[in-house]
Structures are given as structure tokens and as C-alpha cells.
């Protein structure tokens, strides 16, 4: 065995930046997706659909910064010195004005805070938990094969993470002997599914169980992977939950992405029919070269 569990997790971590730069880390995030897909393109399936979801992600992750800038606002008031005006209109005086200037900010900042930081806080925590949990994975088969991979695997990931990559290996193995092998291609393509599926099992579940009433079904309507010029010339370029199951239907909570079940079935309907078509045009459709390589580039 090369590496330990732990030593493997330690190196994909030290590639990104620090949890506080959140939407530097999630760039990073979303360039070693790009990079694992550019460069083993016939084998990580799983891999270059995850960068357009993590830069998808990355776009409600910038609210983050932009709605915690009026409770940074108030420390700042708190910390700095007024002067001037506030301080010399006397303690009692001072104090109500510099109450009634920070209350619509104070209202403002409770509100978003509850509705939709907190909501967005589980999403930033469910993009960093499925780099944690399947990164590491990659670059020890890389670098290790699958025996690095067995020796490392604890045992909720048996039952779809390591199989995956057993299907992606044989699969990888038979494409060596035959370039022209469906079944081959077929495996690795189903291996990756089972990437997906422990992802959307295991890694995601309690993220979504934390989101609040509202925040399930602003994420419901943010569920989308835009594939952009990507797709190629006559293929779907996007794949919206919200598009998929209806608006009212989505608004009222009847489907929500939050249901494993709704969850999937936007996937193998509408998410894998769409990315499958980028990913077969890969290697010809020069639209997804580029996209890759904006993703990869940060």
C-alpha cells in the first residue's frame, strides 16, 4: 500500500485553499474535477460531470459573501471608532441614533440569515463532503490501482464506491485489449453511476436533511447543471430539476431535490440523458474542450 487512508485524504486537502475562502476553494474544487476528467476523459465519467455541478454550486456559494456583508457591516461599527457626529451627540443620544442606523441592517442580516445562509452553509458543507469523501478515491487509483483503493476503503464505501471503481478497472482493462469494446465502455459507464449514486446516497443525505422548508425549495429551483456550449449542436444543454418536474410543482414541494428518490429520477431522466451527450462528443465537439478548460483554468 503507498499511502494510508488518511495521508491520501491529507494530500487532496493541501491542494485547496482554506475552508474561510469559500469560493477560491470551490474553484479549486471544481479545476480538479475538470483536471481528472481532461485527463483520463475514457474513464472519470463521474468526475466531469461533478465540475460542472461544483461550478454550478460555486454560484450560490457567492451569496454566501454577499449576504454576510451586512452582519460584517455591524462588527465593523461595533469595533471601529464613529467619531464625529455619533460621538459627540453624547452616550444616551448616541447610542439611540447609532441603534435606529443599524436596525434595517440588523433585520436585514437576522433574516437572510435564517432563511438562506444557514441553507447555504449546508450546500458549501455538501460540496466540501463530496471532495473529501471521493477525491482521495481518484488519485489513489491513479496513482495505486484498485489494490490501493481495496486496502483503503472502510465499509459504507463497499457497497458503491469501491464497486464502481471494480467496474471502472475491469472496464479500463478490456478497452486496453480492445479499443472498439462496448460492454467495456458500458462498465465504466455504470461504474461511474455508482460513484454517483454513493455521492448522492451517502455523501449528500444529511446535507440535504439540514436545509430548511424554504431553503429545499429554493435549492429544488437552483438545481441545475448548465453544460453551455458544451453540449453538442442539437443536445440539451441544460438539466433543470425545477424544468423537469414543473414550477408548481416544485413551489409546492410535491417534488423536491431533497427527496432521494425525486432526486434521482431527475437524474437518470434528465441529468445523465444530457451529460452523456457532452461526453460523448468530447472528443469532436471542440465546445467542450473549452468549457473544461475555463473550469480547469479557474
Given at each position: 500500500m503507498l499511502r494510508s487512508r488518511d495521508e491520501w485524504k491529507d494530500d487532496a486537502e493541501a491542494h485547496l485553499p482554506p475552508q474561510e475562502n469559500i469560493t477560491g476553494r470551490n474553484r479549486a474544487?471544481?479545476?480538479h474535477y475538470a483536471r481528472l476528467y481532461l485527463e483520463h476523459p475514457d474513464f472519470f465519467k463521474w468526475a466531469g460531470m461533478a465540475a460542472f455541478a461544483s461550478s454550478q454550486v460555486g454560484?450560490?456559494?457567492?451569496f454566501i459573501e454577499v449576504l454576510g456583508a451586512p452582519g460584517k457591516m455591524m462588527e465593523q461599527r461595533e469595533s471601529a471608532h464613529a467619531g464625529g457626529f455619533l460621538e459627540g451627540a453624547g452616550d444616551a443620544a448616541g447610542g439611540v441614533v447609532k441603534m435606529l442606523l443599524s436596525l434595517p441592517v440588523s433585520l436585514y442580516d437576522a433574516a437572510t440569515r435564517a432563511i438562506l445562509l444557514n441553507d447555504?452553509?449546508?450546500i458549501r458543507k455538501g460540496n466540501n463532503a463530496i471532495y473529501n469523501d471521493i477525491a482521495w478515491a481518484h488519485n489513489a487509483y491513479i496513482e495505486g490501482g484498485l489494490?490501493?483503493?481495496?486496502?483503503?476503503?472502510?465499509?459504507?464505501?463497499?457497497?458503491l464506491l469501491l464497486p464502481g471503481f471494480s467496474m471502472i478497472d475491469e472496464g479500463k482493462k478490456r478497452l486496453e485489449k480492445d479499443g472498439e469494446d462496448d460492454k467495456a465502455r458500458h462498465m465504466i459507464r455504470e461504474g461511474n453511476i455508482k460513484l454517483l449514486r454513493h455521492e448522492q446516497i451517502n455523501t449528500l443525505a444529511p446535507v440535504f436533511e439540514a436545509i430548511s422548508m424554504q431553503g429545499r425549495i429554493l435549492a429544488s429551483f437552483g438545481s441545475e447543471l448548465n453544460f453551455g456550449e458544451a453540449a453538442p449542436p442539437g443536445c440539451a444543454s441544460r438539466a433543470s430539476f425545477a424544468d423537469h418536474f414543473g414550477y408548481l410543482e416544485t413551489l409546492t414541494?410535491?417534488?423536491?431535490v431533497t427527496n432521494p428518490e425525486h432526486r434521482w429520477q431527475?437524474?437518470?431522466?434528465?441529468?445523465l440523458p444530457a451529460w452523456n451527450a457532452v461526453d460523448t462528443g468530447f472528443?469532436?465537439?471542440e465546445g467542450a474542450a473549452r468549457?473544461?478548460?475555463?473550469m480547469y483554468d479557474g
Open positions: 474544487i471544481t479545476s454560484i450560490a456559494l457567492g447555504l452553509e449546508e489494490d490501493e483503493l481495496d486496502g483503503n476503503t472502510i465499509d459504507r464505501e463497499k457497497e414541494g410535491i417534488r423536491s431527475w437524474i437518470e431522466e434528465n441529468v472528443p469532436v465537439w468549457r473544461f478548460s475555463r
